[in-house]
């Protein structure tokens, strides 16, 4: 497991603040900001992954004996 998937969804998002605060200074060197950007291009898509993950466990809810079925909310007619 890489680095960038070792951490949390939390410290993924503080990164990207703080890069986000860097860029919108305006102070950056072109060639840090392009640097920030990308840093901050793979800390997006980590934390996309982490979502959707988090949304397909949510999908599924686990019933009595064990296995999963896929969750869906019955609405009263």
């Known amino acids: 497991m ?3 998937q070792a951490i949390s969804f939390e410290e993924a998002m503080k ?3 703080g ?3 860097k ?3 305006g102070d950056v ?4 900001a392009i640097n920030y950007f990308q840093e901050g291009m793979k800390l ?3 934390c996309h992954d982490k979502l959707q993950n988090v949304e397909k466990q949510m999908d599924q ?4 004996d064990g296995k999963l079925e896929p969750f869906s909310i019955q609405e009263e007619e």
């Not at 060197?29 to 840090?32: N, V």
């Not at 809810?61 to 009595?64: A, M």
């Open 44 to 46: 997006s898509k980590l």
């Open 2 to 4: 890489s680095e960038e």
């Open 15 to 17: 990164k990207l603040e």
């Open 19 to 21: 890069i986000v605060s």
């Open 29 to 32: 060197p072109l060639e840090q």
């Open 61 to 64: 809810i686990l019933k009595e």
């Open 23 to 25: 860029l919108e200074e």
